[in-house]
């Protein structure tokens, strides 16, 4: 039997997903650059990102024309809205959640940290070239050992020593870090015990980092293993106002609010390839989409994409209006993840022996799926940090 060549995919153009049309609520400026995004992303990512994915290889010549895109930091830098914010994001993981996974490392963990918790001082030294791409970065909390644990489990540590800090210690799972050039890295002070942030040079000595190999999930992102031995950073490298985990949390809950606007874009990637093949895939010398339990999934599909887009349309108005709380974040990420996870499972069935193949995308948002929903809190941490807030009760230990 003849396999038909997968259609070609393009982001250009609202998602027939959109069903409430949220994007209406965006300004007219918004709405053209958000068109202008899609412009992009059709023409520069969508082309190669299954073959980078494949090969595991991260698209480096693509830099440059991300930097005159200028998305970078689009609400503090550039006065947009949460909406606006939350919309790009999406759509870059609609057309593919690494190079998605990539700006939120470099834009939202990264930058965020600088922006939130540096000295206006230090903010005017670093920032520039980070918004430029000039200089990339990465973020490192998590350890071989702490993952949800952290905030209590963090070993790293920092000692300082006259006009520099010593930090000693492992990171793991950090996005970009084979090619970064700064790495904001949270270590414990040896002598307060406090958790502190430091800037640092992936060119100092002691730094090394190895490249995480073997992943069934965003390839194309370069996640390491980060070893630090004896590395010296100078004293005003370090983040003035990241002086404990309450300080990480002010970038942990926003970022978080990024993730569930990928599992929104993950799912109207889905839910645009199976919608795109059940129409043109014929069986029994009918469209799939002439059967009732096709129709079915899809209508999951949809359902599942639309009750997250207004999810995060709501705390994206609570954000404009400085009313966002951590509880908010983290019933967003929980909830936004399953419901792409069951699509994006839907969606692989849907397509059948064909959505096993990277050829026709779907079996790369399938697994790409599994890595939004595991990181910036995994479901069930998400889950018990919005279960303390509805009882009063924290069933972490």
Not at 51 to 57: K, Y
Not at 68 to 86: I, T, W
Not at 230 to 246: C, E, I, T
Not at 345 to 367: E, P, Q
Request: charged share 20%; hydrophobic share 45%.
């Amino acid at each position: 039997m003849t396999v038909p060549a997968p259609a070609p995919f393009t982001s250009v153009g609202q998602s027939p997903a959109d069903l409430l049309d949220f994007e209406s609520l965006l300004s007219e400026k918004e709405r053209s650059r958000l068109d202008e995004v899609r412009v992009w992303l059709a023409r520069e990512v969508e082309p190669i990102a299954v073959d980078c994915w494949n090969r595991a290889e991260f698209p480096h010549t693509l830099v440059p024309s991300l930097a005159e895109l200028d998305v970078v930091s689009p609400v503090r830098r550039q006065g947009h809205s949460h909406l606006l914010a939350g919309l790009i994001h999406a759509e870059f993981t609609r057309a593919d959640a690494s190079i998605a996974t990539f700006m939120g490392v470099h834009d939202g963990l990264f930058t965020g940290s600088l922006e939130l918790l540096a000295s206006e001082e230090q903010k005017a030294a670093w920032l520039p070239d980070v918004y430029a791409l000039e200089k990339i970065g990465a973020f490192g909390l998590t350890e071989p050992a702490s993952g949800s644990d952290v905030a209590g489990g963090l070993r790293t540590t920092a000692r300082r020593e006259g006009g520099s800090w010593v930090l000693n210690g492992a990171k793991r799972w950090i996005g970009n870090a084979t090619f970064s050039d700064w790495v904001v890295v949270y270590a414990r002070d040896e002598a307060d015990g406090s958790v502190k942030g430091f800037l640092v040079d992936t060119a100092l000595p002691g730094y090394r980092a190895a490249r995480i190999e073997n992943k069934i999930s965003l390839r194309t992102v370069q996640n390491a293993d980060i070893t630090l031995d004896g590395v010296r950073v100078p004293a005003d490298f370090k983040l003035a106002h990241a002086n404990s985990f309450k300080d990480v949390n002010r970038v942990l809950r926003s970022t978080r609010l990024s993730v569930a606007w990928q599992a929104v874009g993950q799912q109207l990637a889905a839910y645009d390839i199976a919608r795109g093949y059940a129409l043109e895939r014929e069986q029994f010398g009918r469209p799939l989409a002439s059967f009732q339990l096709v129709q079915s999934q899809l209508v999951t599909m949809l359902g599942n994409a639309v009750s997250s887009m207004g999810m995060m349309v709501r705390l994206a108005q609570l954000e404009d209006q400085g009313l966002g709380r951590d509880e908010q974040s983290a019933l967003a990420k929980a909830f936004t993840t399953a419901r792409m996870r069951e699509s994006a499972a839907l969606g692989r069935s849907l397509l059948g022996g064909n959505g096993i193949v990277t050829d026709h995308r779907m079996a790369k948002v399938f697994a790409d799926a599994e890595a939004i929903y595991s990181y910036e809190g995994t479901h069930e941490i998400n889950t018990l940090v919005t279960g303390r807030a509805a009882t009063g009760i924290s069933a972490i230990v």
